[in-house]
């Protein structure tokens, strides 16, 4: 089954500031990458996904890289705001397993 | 964006005493379902996968013998901890996923189950 990697495990910005999350897979025949959101005591919430038919998504101040020929996408977050604060999980493809998880913390 | 329900939201059980969890997709028919168990500040791990009318297919150092899942039709699936132990005491969260022309598609996940066995 495929093997995603995510990096780094936690991350403090500025207010303001830019993040970003990558996440590394095995399987090359992945074509789907979507990353979740999930708030505490709350269910992980969708906030974007990119097919490998595509380089890069964006959506407002959201956007997701993909680069296929080294097997890693990033999840880039513009202008972030203290309500940006959460975990962020990305997965590949039909197997949904999840990375590890990358614990957000915008400071004010 | 489609829902998913999951009952009960919480349960206390006693130490060798079993549990079902019940997961629903309620407006799309969900062809697979996945369940995952959540320790504190921790990465959702798949517990298993299942399609609909068909086994489950569980993860490797999954007792399939302990956490039974049927899934009879395409809005619920069931999730049955067997004589339950503290140590499995946890967040147990499903999530469905409907059929997408072309390709994978989005899954949405139920609130969470949170189990307490004592």
């Known amino acids: 089954g495929e093997n995603v990697e995510q990096h780094p495990s936690t991350l403090s910005v500025q207010e303001g500031d830019s993040a970003v999350i990558k996440c590394t897979y095995s399987d090359s025949a992945s074509n789907y990458f979507p990353w979740y959101k999930q708030e505490l005591g709350k269910r992980p919430q969708l906030i974007i996904d990119i097919r490998s038919n595509v380089g890069e998504k964006k959506d407002q101040r959201i956007a997701v890289t993909l680069n296929k020929t080294a097997k890693h996408f990033s999840l880039h977050i513009t202008e972030t705001q203290p309500e940006d604060s959460a975990v962020y999980f990305c997965a590949a493809n039909n197997d949904m397993r999840f990375g590890a998880g990358t614990r957000l913390t915008v400071k004010p | ?118």
């Open chain 2, 1 to 118: 964006g489609a829902v998913v329900s999951q009952h009960p939201s919480w349960v206390i059980c006693k130490s060798g005493t079993s549990v079902k969890i019940e997961c629903r997709s309620l407006d799309f028919q969900a062809t697979t379902m996945f369940w995952y168990r959540q320790f504190p500040k921790q990465s959702l791990m798949l517990m298993a996968t299942s399609n609909e009318g068909s086994k489950a297919t569980y993860e490797q150092g999954v007792e399939k013998d302990k956490f039974l899942i049927n899934h009879a039709s395409l809005t619920l699936s069931t999730l049955t901890v067997t004589s339950a132990h503290p140590e499995d005491s946890s967040f147990y969260i499903c999530s469905a996923r409907g059929r997408l022309a072309g390709g994978p598609g989005e899954q949405y996940f139920g609130p969470g189950t949170r189990l307490t066995v004592t």
